[in-house]
């Protein structure tokens, strides 16, 4: 489901930066997905975990849509109706929802990690589901771990789901003993990314490396005040605030899209764990050289192409940073729902001077914008694609970029890829 939100009131300014970039804020009507969204690719990642949420018919067929029904496994996904009667009060919803927890734990002990996950509907009615989660933890610890998050769509947008099913986890990670330098791999990676990584950071010398989320919940990582992290996503600001109070330390950094932003990002950590350049270069150069070179065929398609972001992933600054230096496309607009300029200033900085970024949405506005620049291809969510397309502009569809390896050297090309196949299949159309 998209949720189209009204808000207020139009509120335009520009807004200085440390880096001279000027921003267009909007606030209006916005056409997002929920947080709900994450659950698809988060089910996935933490294999021995089950996402229950607590919501609406509606919030059950977003889910189903979006992830689509698993015939031949058990899914680790489902909704718990919040029925009418729930909504009028004449049934207490926390008696119900124990009662769905009871019947899902008996049929399915392998659930080891629970979480109960919020929603417009059990927002509205105030279902607090962080004491129905504690009082469900007390009930099946130690053999199951209950946690709760928001993945509502009032005011946020649908990579938030993951952001805030990481903060959930931050505090049950163990105490790391002692203060030994480890670092910490924030956000959902494909299995075939991590191990890329991994193997990265091992040939710099970096021992301890670690992942977040884990793909088994009894294997969280430990962290401390000797633990680094680095953010493989851009949309984890609370996960971030939440590892640095308990003592973690911050790498701040390009994200790992393409050949550059993945040496920037890997680059950060080996200055962070003092890795003599020299080795860093030994242990990057072919691989940075291999992307570079994968890139080349989507180069000679995409350079000069114009392109305009709708405000949706959060992915928007370093997808548009990478297009632009690395496959020579031109930006129209850059839009992003929230601008975190503190995790952002690295992206920022390799932005091209001049560039329209807006934060926020007000749709309508938006779209004039878009129409009158008549880009070559515009990212946006799944509900404004249609439209787009049916006026003649070609779309890219941004939920794609979380549902494909997009991160690190060997995935560059297929990156590119994203934003070829639109276009080509546009010119295929057209003879
Ligand atoms: S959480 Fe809200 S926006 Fe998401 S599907 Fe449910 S009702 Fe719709």
Redesign the pocket.
């Known amino acids: ?1 998209s ?1 189209l939100l009204d808000a207020d009131r139009l509120d335009r300014t520009a807004v200085p930066l440390p880096v001279p970039v000027p921003v267009l804020r909007e606030q209006g009507q916005r056409a997002v997905f ?3 969204t994450g659950i698809v690719w988060l089910h996935r990642r933490i294999q021995d975990a089950f996402f229950l949420v607590v ?2 018919r ?2 059950a067929h ?1 889910l189903q849509s979006a992830a689509g029904v698993m015939i031949f496994a058990e899914p680790r996904f489902a909704t718990a109706i919040i029925e009418e009667r729930d909504l009028a009060g004449r049934a207490d919803p926390n008696d119900e929802l124990d009662g769905v927890v009871d019947r899902l734990l008996a049929r399915r002990p392998d659930i080891r990690l629970l979480f109960l996950v919020g ?3 059990s927002e509205v009615i105030k279902l607090d589901l962080s004491r129905a989660a504690a009082r469900l933890s007390r009930r099946f610890a130690p053999d199951v771990r209950v946690l709760n998050y928001s ?4 005011e946020t947008t649908f990579t938030d789901g993951e952001d805030r099913c990481l903060e959930a986890l931050v505090p049950e990670l163990p105490a790391e003993a002692g203060e030994s330098p480890a670092l910490l791999v924030v956000g959902v990676l494909a299995d075939i990314v991590e191990g890329q990584f991994r193997r990265l950071f091992e040939s710099m010398g970096i021992g301890a490396v670690r992942f977040l989320p884990p793909t088994r919940a009894a294997d969280l990582p430990p962290v401390g005040p000797g633990t680094a992290f680095l953010l493989a996503q851009p949309f984890l600001h609370a996960t971030a605030r939440a590892l640095e109070e308990r003592g973690c330390t911050r790498i701040t950094a390009p994200f790992p899209l393409g050949a550059e932003g993945t040496t920037l990002w890997l680059e950060a950590a080996a200055r962070h764990f003092r890795v003599a350049p020299a080795r860093f270069r030994a242990a990057t150069e072919a691989g940075e050289e291999r992307a570079r070179a994968t890139l080349a065929r989507s180069r000679a398609m995409l350079a000069g192409r114009r392109i305009f972001f709708f405000p949706d992933s959060q992915l928007e600054l370093p997808l548009a940073r990478f297009l632009h230096r690395e496959l020579g496309m031109e930006l129209v607009e850059v839009g992003t729902p929230f601008l975190h300029r503190a995790s952002m200033q690295p992206e920022l900085a390799l932005l091209p001077q001049g560039v329209l970024l807006s934060e926020g949405q007000d749709v309508d506005r938006q779209l004039d914008r878009c129409r009158a620049a008549a880009p070559d291809l515009a990212v946006c969510g799944l509900g404004l694609a249609n439209p787009l397309e049916a006026e003649g502009i070609t779309t890219k569809w941004s939920i794609e970029l979380l549902f494909t390896p997009i991160q690190g050297y060997e995935q560059a090309a297929d990156l590119a890829a994203l934003f070829v196949r639109p276009l080509d299949r546009r010119t295929r159309l057209a003879v």
């Open positions: 489901m949720a929920c947080g709900l919501g609406s509606t919030c977003l929603s417009c509907p993945g509502s769509g009032i």
